[in-house]
């Protein structure tokens, strides 16, 4: 998949190939991170169980990743399911594994096809056995891919997260009886995100005003752009929307203006 990609998918004239043409292609975020809610709502609004609202938004997963890819976004990281989400009932939180497990299998060709990486950042071990060798398989075949890096947050949270770092830390130091001199590159070494650029974007879908818990070290400076729109109607256009606002920002990061650019 290519940038040339979009200029053959998207007709001339049409809104898609507009706002690409607004994008500048040198000054993308590297990484792009989306909160994506608003499935049941979606669901509510068409008189149909929250379910179908998860089954909908599928299709914006699909084409979220193959635009990022498209792109060259190097880092996609989606909220598919926090800590907090076993509160919902059973049945909602069964079909929502179900739908994960389904996605990575029909979708697992695409991704090699695409030289996507695929990796999962959250607390694996607790997921259902079924769903884990279904992730596992899924990283392990994606794992020598070098285009995007598609990470799905899924049994995340962001507290968890820190609490998981600390504890790595701390084992990691009995192990070699020896205490660590701890600064923020170190701390940072031990999170889920090892090794990856922060959020540069974090999108937020139908318009809560809020972080949920999500990637709370990672966004200490993202900028972040909330959209109305419900998850299952979350397409190329909003994307490029989020991205092209995203390039008029001014990031400070405490210091003067620089026009929005990826490095801090
Ligand atoms: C987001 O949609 C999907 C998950 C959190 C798994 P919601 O299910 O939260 O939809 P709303 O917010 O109730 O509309
Ligand atoms: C955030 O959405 C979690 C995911 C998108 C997976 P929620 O719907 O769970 O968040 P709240 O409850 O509105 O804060
Ligand atoms: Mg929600």
């Known amino acids: 998949m290519s940038r040339q990609d979009i ?9 898609e190939r507009r706002l690409f043409d607004q994008i500048e292609l040198d000054r993308l975020p590297r990484h792009v991170a ?5 499935n049941g709502r979606w669901a509510k609004g068409r008189g149909l169980p929250r379910v179908e609202g998860h089954r909908a938004g599928i299709a914006s997963v ?9 792109l060259d976004v190097p880092v996609l990281t989606l909220y598919a399911f926090s800590v907090e989400n076993w509160k919902r009932p059973r049945s909602e939180v069964d079909v929502l594994m179900m739908l994960l497990k389904q996605y990575l299998r029909l979708e697992l060709s695409t991704l090699m096809k695409n030289d996507i990486r695929f990796q999962v950042l959250g607390r694996l071990p607790d997921l259902p056995p079924d769903v884990v060798s279904e992730l596992e398989a899924g990283m392990e075949r994606t794992r020598n891919n070098r285009g995007l890096l598609f990470n799905i947050a899924l049994n995340y949270g962001g507290r ?11 084992d990691e130091a009995v192990a070699v009886g020896k205490t660590p001199t701890i600064d923020e590159a170190f701390f940072a070494e031990h999170l889920y995100t090892s090794g990856v650029a922060d959020p ?6 139908s318009g809560e005003l809020r972080i949920s818990n999500f990637l709370l070290w990672q966004i200490a400076y993202a900028e972040i ?3 109305d729109t419900l998850w299952p109607d979350f397409r190329t256009q909003q994307l490029f929307e989020a991205i092209i606002d995203y390039q008029k920002r001014d990031r400070r990061y405490g210091g ?9």
């Open 7 to 15: 200029l053959e998918t998207t007709r001339k004239g049409s809104i």
């Open 160 to 170: 968890a997260e820190i609490v998981d770092a600390c504890q790595a830390i701390v």
């Open 225 to 227: 752009w909330v959209t």
């Open 34 to 38: 989306i909160i994506m809610d608003g």
């Open 62 to 70: 699909r084409e979220t990743v193959e635009t990022c890819a498209r």
């Open 200 to 205: 540069d974007l974090l999108i937020r879908t």
């Open 256 to 264: 003067i203006a620089t026009k929005a650019r990826s490095t801090a």
